[in-house]
């Protein structure tokens, strides 16, 4: 069993800034790629960033120069450091991490794309 949970969404003012976390526990033997996903009200999801293990990063082109991911694998967690803030920033934000388990009695070892319950980022004044 594996568990993404975020923290640290909110509502902030436009040009504010904003640190979302997401730390993954669990039957967790190795992480892989990690990231972070957002949907607006009646859109897809879509990639915000993502960190490979020794730290390649990947952004959407909307959040260059404003987002910053990072992650701490002795904690199994990633951030996202979010500046400059903008009303078209809000969303649900959605953790995502490749992951592989454990082996258990219950189950053998397996490798899975797992997602947080996301967390609310509202940019508004």
């Known amino acids: 069993q594996v568990q993404l949970v975020e923290s640290g969404g909110g509502l902030v003012q436009p040009g504010g800034s904003l640190r979302l976390s997401c730390a993954a526990s669990?039957?967790?033997?190795?992480?892989?790629?990690m990231g972070w996903y957002r949907q607006a009200p009646g859109k897809q999801r879509d990639l915000v960033a993502t960190?490979?293990?020794?730290?390649?990063?990947n952004y959407a082109d909307s959040v260059k120069g404003r987002f910053s991911i990072s992650r701490d694998n002795a904690k199994n967690t990633v951030y996202l450091q979010m500046n400059s803030l903008k009303p078209e920033d809000t969303a649900v934000y959605y953790c995502?991490?490749?992951?592989?388990?454990?082996?258990?009695?219950?189950?053998?070892?397996?490798?899975?794309?797992?997602w947080g319950q996301g967390t609310q980022v509202t940019v508004s004044s």
């Open positions: 669990g039957s967790i033997f190795s992480i892989y790629n």
């Open positions: 995502n991490a490749d992951i592989l388990t454990r082996v258990t009695p219950a189950a053998p070892a397996s490798r899975n794309d797992y």
């Open positions: 960190i490979t293990t020794i730290g390649s990063t």
